[in-house]
């Protein structure tokens, strides 16, 4: 069994801050793999599942941001499960808008809801680190991370979620190079050989006709007498 863990704030204000992108990672894999309906549960929302072989439980913790690790410690004892067995998707300043990656156990960097995690169970869980790029300076950061995404923002957002969600049952069977890979297919998707080179062909320039030749009004003496000059 695994626990997924998507970090955010409750409350209809915060849905769409960039803080909240662990909220929504969760809420695509629940809405794209069939997952049960959300409940009440372990100071949060709760809903059961499967991807491929494993037993996924996800978690939203509503105690807010910077008291998660109750609502984690509190799932991870009910099920008797190691910290190893637990990921947690969170917004991450350090990476460019769309770059995710995965990480196992570390320090908490200063993000609020990991730091709670840590107190209550330790360091030794996993990540998914989802980008959201940096506003500049860390005066800005408060503002930055409670604010909803831009407009701007939506196409790469949904190509991050959709791909998380593509990627999930890699997670869950803990092939991180392939969870990543879907992701990747999703932010940046190869580009088409056979499109290229329908492209390439389109831009030629067609070949001029050849001129038709102008008829021939020679009578049949004067076509003779040419042909032994």
Known sequence: MKLFVGLGNPGAKYTGNRHNIGFMAVDRIAADHGFGPWRKG????????????????????????????????????????????????????????????????????????????????????????????????????????????AKSDQDWLDAVLRGVSDGAVALAEGDGPRFLNSVALRTAPPRSSTGMQAAASASKPEPKPKPEPEPDTRNALQRLADRFR
Do not use: W
């Open 42 to 149: 372990f100071q949060g929302l709760v809903s059961e599942g499967r991807l491929g072989s494993e037993k996924v439980i996800l978690l939203k913790p509503e105690t807010f941001m910077n008291l998660s690790g109750q609502s984690v410690g509190e799932a991870l004892r009910f099920y008797k499960l190691t910290p190893a067995d637990v990921t947690v998707f969170h917004d991450e300043l350090d990476l460019a808008p769309a770059k995710v990656r995965v990480k196992q156990s570390g320090g908490h960097a200063g993000h609020n809801g990991l730091r709670s995690i840590h107190a209550h169970i330790g360091e030794a869980y996993g990540r998914v680190r989802l980008g959201i790029g940096h506003p500049g300076h860390k005066d800005a950061v408060a503002s930055y991370v409670l604010h909803d995404f």
